[in-house]
C-alpha cells in the first residue's frame, strides 16, 4: 500500500530563517511525487511535480528534492505570505489516484 | 491555464435536503475528476474517482446512495449530497486529471476553490 508521511506537523519560523519541510514516501512504481501548497479555506495550488531521484525543481523561493524514499521542500530566506499548510502526495504505478501526508502547517512570523 | 472552478463556494441548508456541487475544469478537458472532502486541520479525504461517461469509483467507508457523482462531460462533474446531515458539513473539494493533448501527458490533478457545505 502506498503511504506518505510528512515532518515536522507544524513549523514556526521568523522571517529569512531558511528550513526544510520532509516528505517521506513508500510507493510501487513511482509515477510522480507532488507538492501543494494549501492556504485556509482554499483548495490545493499546484507547486512541483518529481519522478526521478536526484531531480531538483525551484519557484521562488522554494526548492523540492527527491530521493528513492523522500523528498524535501526547501524554503529560503520566507516571507510572511509563505505560510500555509504544503502538501506531498505520490501516485503510484497503475493508479489514478493520489496519495497524500497529513502536511506540514508552515508559519512564518514577520 | 489548468483553471477549475466549483459552484457555489459556500452552502447552507437544512438537514434533510439534497445539495448539489459543481465542478468544471476551464480551459481544459478532464478525462478523471476526483472528489474530496477535508475537515479542520485535516488532510484531503479521497471520496470518488470519476471518469467521464462511466460509473464513478467510491472510496471504502463512502455511501455511493449518499453522495451521488455525475461526470456528464469532459469538464464537468457534479457531487450531490443526497438527504443531508449535520454530519455532512465539511469542505468538499474537486480535482481535475487533465486529458493526454498532443505529447504532452499530465500526472498532476489541479483542484478548484472548495465548497463549504454547513447542514443545519
Known amino acids: 500500500e502506498d503511504q506518505v508521511t510528512q515532518s515536522p506537523e507544524a513549523l514556526r519560523l521568523q522571517e529569512g530563517e531558511s528550513s526544510s519541510l520532509n516528505c517521506s514516501y513508500t510507493v510501487s512504481g513511482l509515477r510522480g511525487l507532488f507538492w501543494y501548497r494549501q492556504d485556509p479555506g482554499k483548495g490545493p495550488e499546484f507547486l512541483f511535480t518529481l519522478y526521478s531521484a536526484g531531480e531538483e525543481k525551484e519557484k521562488e523561493r522554494l526548492k523540492a528534492t527527491l530521493t528513492k524514499k523522500e523528498s524535501f521542500l526547501h524554503i529560503t530566506a520566507p516571507k510572511p505570505e509563505d505560510s500555509a499548510t504544503y502538501l506531498c502526495?505520490?501516485?503510484?504505478?497503475?493508479?489514478?489516484?493520489?496519495?497524500f501526508g497529513q502536511g506540514t502547517r508552515l508559519t512564518i512570523n514577520p | 491555464g489548468a483553471v477549475v472552478s466549483q459552484h457555489p463556494s459556500w452552502v447552507i441548508c437544512k438537514s434533510g435536503t439534497s445539495v448539489k456541487i459543481e465542478c468544471r475544469s476551464l480551459?481544459?478537458?478532464?478525462?478523471?475528476m476526483f472528489w474530496y472532502r477535508q475537515f479542520p486541520k485535516q488532510s484531503l479525504m479521497l471520496m470518488a474517482t470519476?471518469?467521464?461517461?462511466?460509473?464513478?469509483?467510491?472510496e471504502q467507508g463512502v455511501e455511493k446512495d449518499k453522495f451521488l457523482i455525475n461526470h456528464a462531460s469532459l469538464t464537468l462533474s457534479t457531487l450531490t449530497v443526497t438527504s443531508a446531515h449535520p454530519e455532512d458539513s465539511s469542505f468538499y473539494i474537486c480535482s481535475a486529471h487533465p486529458r493526454v493533448s498532443g505529447s504532452v501527458v499530465y500526472n498532476e490533478q489541479f483542484f478548484g476553490p472548495g465548497t463549504r457545505l454547513t447542514v443545519l
Open positions: 470519476s471518469n467521464e461517461g462511466s460509473k464513478a469509483t467510491y
Open positions: 502526495a505520490v501516485r503510484g504505478g497503475g493508479a489514478q489516484k493520489l496519495v
Open positions: 480551459d481544459f478537458q478532464a478525462t478523471t
